[in-house]
């Protein structure tokens, strides 16, 4: 299937780009915005729920603080959560402020967890995975960090850290998938 998906957002590119050079950025632009959607696999538009924001100070429920500490390489200085109630989003903070890493778990449709991932690690530019087993996604790693994202199901991981090496995030990625008992 990730390979399809491939073949399919090559197409899809190579069509807006014989559409012209303004239509181009207006065609990226649209295709990853939370509030407009993103394009699906089925080449629709599939709205995304708009990303998560830190709203409370405390543990994150699937995710233990020292875990991500080593993982990532950074001592957390503190950990906020959004607001949903089940799979809340957790935001991991150096001691200086900074964010260091943040996991955002979506479950739901099919289609929109597809979305979610393609929006974080788009088909067209990153290298695809399906680590853990049965989980498709991708990664990529550029000057502020590294993305880690995959879907199975309705099921939706996606894995931001301010470090470059990717594995920390996959790392965190399945460590967050197996507790939360996906």
Known sequence: MRTSLVVIGTAVAALVAGCGGAAEP????????????????SGTSVPLPPEPEPAAEGECPYLDTEFVAQTNGQRVGSVRTSSEDTNPACFFYRPDGDVQL?????????????????DAAPVATSNPTAQPTGWEGGY?????GAVYAVSKGGHAVVVRTNQQQSVKARSVAVEAITRLGF
């Open 26 to 41: 207006e065609s990226r632009q649209s295709a990853t915005s939370s509030e407009s959607g993103a394009t699906g696999a």
């Open 102 to 118: 943040t996991v955002r778990v979506y479950v739901g449709e099919e289609e929109v967890a597809r979305a979610i991932v393609d």
């Open 140 to 144: 990529e790693s550029g000057d502020d």
